[in-house]
C-alpha cells in the first residue's frame, strides 16, 4: 500500500482505497458466483440488484423523492451534450446557455447543431476567472431550459451558489464537482456527469432526470438517445457498463459512510482550504487563477512567477509522490484535482511540498 501515490489527475481521477480493495476482494468470485462482476449478465439477479441500489443511493445523498430516475448511459458527458438539445429542445423555441468555460462551450457548440441558442451569461472576458453573479445573466423570453457547468474543471471555478430559475427547466453539467457538498438537488430539472472524476471509473455517465422530462421526449430520435428509452428500461435497454455501475455503487456507499454530503462538503473545504491558505500566504509567489469568491473546492487553479518554475515544480512533485499537478494549456501552471477520494493527507502534502517549493525558490 505504501506504493500508492497522492493522485491530482482531473481526470479519470483517484478513487477511494476502501473501494479499490473491496472490489478486489471480490473481483473473481463475485457473491459466490463463482464469477468475477465482468462476467455475469446484465440480466442476472446480482446486477439488477446492483443496478437499483446505485439508483436508491443516488437519490439518497441527494435527497430526491419519486418524482426523479436515474439513469446509467454511456458515451461521457459529451454525449449529453447533444442528447439534451436533442430531447428538449423543440423547433421554435430557445435553450440558453451561461458560458463559464470550456466544457460549457462544447455543450453550446453542440445545441446550436439542433435549434436556437441563447448565451444568458457569459464569463469569457477574462479567461473564466469567474462565474457570473446573478444579475448579469439574461434569460430569453420562455427559454426551453437553462444549461450551466457547475464546476469548471480546466478554470478551477465553481457555483459556489447555485441558481435557480424558478419554472424554467434548469440542466446542469455536474461531471467535476457533482455530490461534492450539500445543495438542492430539487432545483434541478436534470443533472449529468461523466463518471471518471468524481463518481467512479469512465464508461458511466449518470443522468439524474425529474420524470415529467421523459413524458414528451420526441420519437423521431434514435431509441438510444431518448432519455424515455433508458428510463423504461431501467438503464438496461442495451448492454450497460456492468463493472463501472457497480464501481459507481461501492463509491456511492463509501459516501454514504463519510456521512453523506455534509460529512464530504465539510472534509472537502478543509483539503481546499490548505491549498488556497497555502498560495494566499505566498506573498505572491503563488497566484490563484479563479476570483477568490468564484474558487472551486475541487480543482485547484494557480502560477508561479514563471514558466520554468512551473515546469520544476511539476516535475520534482512527481519525485516528490504527488502527481497529475501540470495544468490545462488553455490556463497554463499548476492544476490540483482533489475530488472526493483525495484525503486530507494528500491535501497536507501538496502544501507542505509547496512552502518547501517556495523557501528553495522563492
Ligand atoms: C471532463 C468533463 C466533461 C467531459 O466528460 P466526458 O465524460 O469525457 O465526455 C464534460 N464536462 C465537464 C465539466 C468535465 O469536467
Known amino acids: 500500500m505504501n506504493q500508492r501515490i497522492f493522485n491530482f489527475n482531473a481526470g479519470p481521477a483517484a478513487l477511494p482505497l476502501e473501494v479499490l480493495m473491496e472490489a478486489q476482494a471480490e473481483f473473481l468470485n463475485y457473491q459466490q458466483t463463482g464469477m468475477s462482476i465482468l462476467e455475469i449478465s446484465h440480466r442476472s439477479k446480482p446486477y439488477e440488484a446492483i443496478n437499483a441500489e446505485a439508483e436508491a443511493n443516488m437519490k439518497e445523498l441527494l435527497g430526491l423523492g419519486d418524482n426523479y430516475r436515474v439513469l446509467f448511459l454511456q458515451g461521457g458527458a459529451s454525449t449529453q451534450f447533444a442528447m439534451v438539445p436533442m430531447n428538449f429542445l423543440p423547433q421554435g423555441r430557445t435553450a440558453d446557455y451561461i458560458l463559464t468555460g470550456a466544457w460549457s462551450e462544447k455543450a453550446l457548440k453542440e445545441a446550436k447543431l439542433f435549434g436556437n441558442t441563447h448565451v444568458a451569461g457569459t464569463t469569457a472576458d477574462g479567461n473564466y476567472k469567474r462565474i457570473p453573479r446573478m444579475a448579469e445573466i439574461q434569460l430569453s423570453d420562455h ?17 459556489n451558489e447555485l441558481p435557480s430559475f424558478g419554472q424554467v427547466p434548469l440542466i446542469a453539467d455536474m461531471s467535476s464537482d457533482i455530490l461534492n457538498k450539500p445543495f438542492t438537488a430539487e432545483n434541478f430539472a436534470m443533472i449529468y456527469a461523466g463518471a471518471q472524476k468524481n463518481l467512479g471509473p469512465s464508461g458511466v455517465t449518470v443522468v439524474i432526470i425529474r420524470k415529467d422530462l421523459l413524458e414528451n421526449n420526441p420519437k423521431t430520435i434514435s431509441a438510444m ?30 459516501l454514504k459512510g463519510q456521512g453523506g454530503l455534509t460529512g464530504i462538503g465539510k472534509r472537502n473545504i478543509a483539503k481546499a482550504g490548505l491549498v488556497y491558505d497555502t498560495i494566499d500566504q505566498s506573498s505572491g509567489f503563488y497566484r490563484g487563477h479563479a476570483n477568490v469568491d468564484s474558487r472551486s473546492l475541487m480543482n485547484v487553479t494557480f502560477r508561479l512567477p514563471n ?49 518547501e517549493f517556495q523557501r528553495k525558490n522563492g
Open 307 to 355: 514558466e520554468e518554475q512551473e515546469k520544476k515544480f511539476a516535475k520534482e512533485a512527481e519525485v516528490a509522490g504527488l502527481i497529475g499537478l501540470k495544468g490545462h494549456r488553455s490556463v497554463g501552471g499548476l492544476r490540483a484535482s482533489m475530488y472526493n477520494a483525495m484525503t486530507l493527507a494528500g491535501c497536507q502534502a501538496l502544501k507542505d511540498f509547496m512552502l
Open 225 to 254: 438517445l431518448r432519455y424515455e428509452t433508458h428510463a423504461k428500461n431501467d438503464s438496461m435497454y442495451n448492454t450497460p457498463p456492468v463493472f463501472s455501475v457497480y464501481m459507481l455503487n461501492l463509491v456511492l456507499r463509501w
Open 143 to 159: 427559454p426551453a431550459y437553462v444549461h450551466i457547468t457547475s464546476n469548471n474543471t480546466i478554470f478551477g471555478t465553481q457555483w
